[in-house]
T-cell receptor, first 116, second 111 residues
Framework: GAGVSQSPRYKVTKRGQDVALRCDPI?????LYWYRQALGQGPEFLTY????????KSGLPNDRFSAERPEGSISTLTIQRTEQRDSAMYRC??????????????FGQGTRLTVV | QKEVEQDPGPLSVPEGAIVSLNCTYS??????FMWYRQYSRKGPELLMY????GNKEDGRFTAQVDKSSKYISLFIRDSQPSDSATYLC???????????FGGGTRVLVKP
């Protein structure tokens, strides 16, 4: 596709349910990043992948959060047993290369998660 | 305390004025410095990046980095209403891929 695609755009879920957020990066992009952005705040790093390998997951808040990118393309961020504090915009980004390539990262439109 | 600090604004200027934005940071390991623009309900888009200290100019935009002071700036000349957005600074350490963002400054350019 032309850009980073995220689905769903909006997700409302009940507290305690599991959710899966999908990211389809720009074709051929090696690196994929997940960020979380609260209203009026800058994006906060969650995790990133080079190809299918998860390189850094230090930003995941707790063990209810996990991410995978099994074939080095599409990635899924899963939140188990959702809590109201998980409500935020979840953004995915991808870049063509690793290392300095992050300077050319392209962000998707995000998934707005609301936990009620 | 956050690693990257940015005044949230809002910063309101008349059309044609110079917009001056800045960020401070605490970790001297940051080597790459970026500015992103984010329109309402959109994802951040990269405006400019610089490596280490110095200036970089791109059209109406000038980015400055002063590593000795741990201070970066973005200047927008001849501002237009279409420049109204939130501007986010972001930084990377030399050995990593993790972008660390400031909180963003909301800018409003009034016609």
């Amino acid at each position: 596709g032309a850009g980073v695609s995220q689905s769903p755009r909006y997700k409302v879920t009940k507290r305690g349910q599991d959710v899966a957020l999908r990211c389809d990066p720009i074709s051929g992009h090696v690196s994929l990043y997940w960020y979380r952005q609260a209203l009026g705040q800058g994006p906060e790093f969650l995790t990133y992948f080079n190809y299918e390998a998860q390189q850094d997951k230090s930003g995941l808040p707790n063990d209810r959060f996990s991410a995978e990118r099994p074939e080095g393309s599409i990635s899924t961020l899963t939140i188990q047993r959702t809590e109201q504090r998980d409500s935020a915009m979840y953004r995915c980004a991808s870049s063509l290369e690793t290392g300095v390539g992050i300077t050319e990262a392209f962000f998707g439109q995000g998934t707005r998660l609301t936990v009620v | 305390q956050k690693e990257v600090e940015q005044d949230p604004g809002p910063l309101s200027v008349p059309e044609g004025a110079i917009v001056s934005l800045n960020c401070t940071y605490s970790n001297s390991a940051f080597q790459y410095f970026m500015w992103y623009r984010q329109y309402s309900r959109k994802g951040p888009e990269l405006l400019m990046y610089t490596y280490s200290s110095g200036n970089k100019e791109d059209g109406r935009f000038t980015a400055q980095v002063d590593k000795s002071s741990k201070y970066i700036s973005l200047f927008i000349r001849d501002s237009q209403p279409s420049d109204s957005a939130t501007y986010l600074c972001a930084m990377i350490k030399a050995a990593g891929n993790k972008l660390t963002f400031g909180g963003g400054t909301r800018v409003l350019v009034k016609p």
